[in-house]
């Protein structure tokens, strides 16, 4: 069974940082893609950073995050990580770890919450 655990939410102040961990209970080489994805209140979950091709990691970004957040993998620890950098308000969410074996399996994590203060 697949289990993907979020870790690393917090309270920031704008411009500062934080880095989200996502562990994953499989390798994650056997996953087709992973990604981030992030829902503040009210709005519909979007995706913020998805690493395509996970052996070879092409990365994609929302337009918003560019230049500031960094998706990366540690294959060893079966571990992706989401290094945020000049948070801003707006990216206020709870932001969800998703893996993905093309073309039905989908699985998500709980979420964990980050939270920027202007």
């Known amino acids: 069974q697949v289990q993907l655990v979020e870790s690393g939410g917090g309270l920031v102040q704008a411009g500062g940082s934080l880095r989200l961990s996502c562990a994953a209970s499989?390798?994650?080489?056997?996953?087709?893609?992973m990604g981030w994805y992030r829902q503040a209140p009210g709005k519909q979950r979007e995706l913020v950073a998805r690493?395509?091709?996970?052996?070879?990691?092409?990365?994609a970004y929302a337009d918003s995050v560019k230049g500031r957040f960094t998706m990366f993998r540690d294959n060893a620890k079966n571990t992706v990580y989401l290094q945020m950098t000049s948070l801003k308000p707006e990216d206020t969410a709870v932001y969800y770890c998703?893996?993905?074996?093309?073309?039905?399996?989908?699985?998500w994590g709980q979420g964990t919450q980050v939270t920027v203060s202007s």
């Open positions: 998703n893996a993905a074996r093309f073309p039905t399996e989908d699985y």
């Open positions: 499989v390798s994650i080489s056997s996953f087709n893609a």
């Open positions: 690493i395509t091709n996970i052996n070879i990691g092409y990365t």
